[in-house]
């Protein structure tokens, strides 16, 4: 039932960024059109099906149960990776300015995230969306878009779910025996944690919130 909520609160999000005009603001100025973003959009949705396992190892108990598996989804992790690359081609943010607002993000993420038995990791998004978009507009003016999403999108990867690997290891111990970085509930957050950060500075920018 949450999940249905958090789909239509997201598509209401969106119809209001639209309407607002900070899609089309956002498309232009990183010269993206909307089958690119759909494409984006559709390659994640579909993309959170699919895992890579990159290793297993032993579980530390020395039991009989099976080795614990690690992977990455493509959806949650591997497409918006590629989309920030897509952006780093585009309009390269400042390194430092990267670093210092994916760190803030990470800090403001890494609580706000929890592990639930049945979910897996369930991350709240406000915190890193509107840190990433207030930090980009201050920390780069010129640049903002780019680095908005790519400090939400590390930021949330960080935060919410590689710090909580230790979290994650015990939780794949007690079920399933994987452990899929991306994936158990990260999935939408990483993805659109950088799409609404992009929109929300857009949108701050527009009305001179900053």
Same mark, same amino acid.
């Given at each position: 039932?949450?999940? $249905?909520? &958090?789909?239509?609160?997201?598509?209401?999000?969106?119809?209001? #960024?639209?309407?607002?005009?900070?899609? =089309?603001?956002?498309?232009?100025?990183? +010269?993206?059109?909307?089958?690119?973003?759909?494409?984006?959009?559709?390659?994640?949705?579909?993309?959170?099906?699919?895992?890579? %396992?990159? #290793?297993?190892?032993?579980?530390?108990?020395?039991? =009989?149960?099976?080795?614990?598996?690690?992977?990455? &989804?493509? *959806?949650?992790?591997?497409?918006?990776?590629?989309?920030?690359?897509?952006?780093?081609?585009? +309009?390269?943010? @400042?390194?430092?300015?990267?670093?210092?607002?994916?760190?803030? !993000?990470? @800090?403001? !993420?890494?609580?706000?995230?929890?592990?639930?038995?049945?979910? *897996?990791?369930?991350? $709240?998004?406000?915190?890193?969306?509107?840190? @990433?978009? !207030?930090?980009?507009?201050?920390?780069?003016?010129? &640049? $903002?878009?780019?680095?908005? $999403?790519?400090?939400?999108?590390?930021?949330?990867?960080?935060?919410?779910?590689?710090?909580?690997?230790?979290?994650?290891?015990?939780? @794949?111990? +007690?079920?399933?025996?994987?452990?899929?970085?991306?994936?158990?509930?990260?999935?939408?957050?990483?993805?659109?944690?950088?799409?609404?950060?992009?929109?929300?500075?857009?949108?701050? +920018? %527009?009305?001179?919130?900053?």
């Amino acid at each position: 039932m949450s999940r $249905y909520l &958090n789909a239509i609160i997201t598509l209401v999000i969106f119809a209001i #960024f639209l309407k607002l005009g900070s899609v =089309d603001s956002v498309q232009a100025k990183l +010269q993206i059109d909307q089958k690119e973003l759909a494409i984006g959009m559709a390659l994640a949705t579909f993309g959170s099906l699919l895992g890579l %396992q990159l #290793f297993s190892f032993e579980s530390p108990n020395h039991d =009989d149960r099976p080795p614990i598996k690690l992977g990455i &989804n493509l *959806g949650g992790a591997v497409v918006p990776l590629v989309f920030l690359l897509h952006f780093f081609n585009l +309009q390269p943010p @400042a390194t430092m300015d990267m670093i210092i607002l994916t760190l803030l !993000v990470t @800090a403001v !993420v890494y609580p706000m995230t929890r592990v639930d038995r049945k979910r *897996g990791m369930i991350v $709240y998004l406000f915190g890193a969306v509107v840190f @990433a978009a !207030v930090g980009a507009l201050l920390l780069d003016p010129e &640049n $903002y878009l780019v680095l908005a $999403y790519s400090a939400a999108v590390l930021g949330t990867l960080i935060g919410g779910d590689l710090l909580h690997l230790p979290q994650i290891k015990k939780l @794949a111990e +007690q079920r399933a025996n994987t452990i899929i970085i991306g994936g158990g509930g990260v999935l939408d957050a990483i993805f659109l944690s950088g799409l609404l950060a992009m929109m929300t500075a857009e949108t701050m +920018q %527009q009305m001179h919130f900053l």
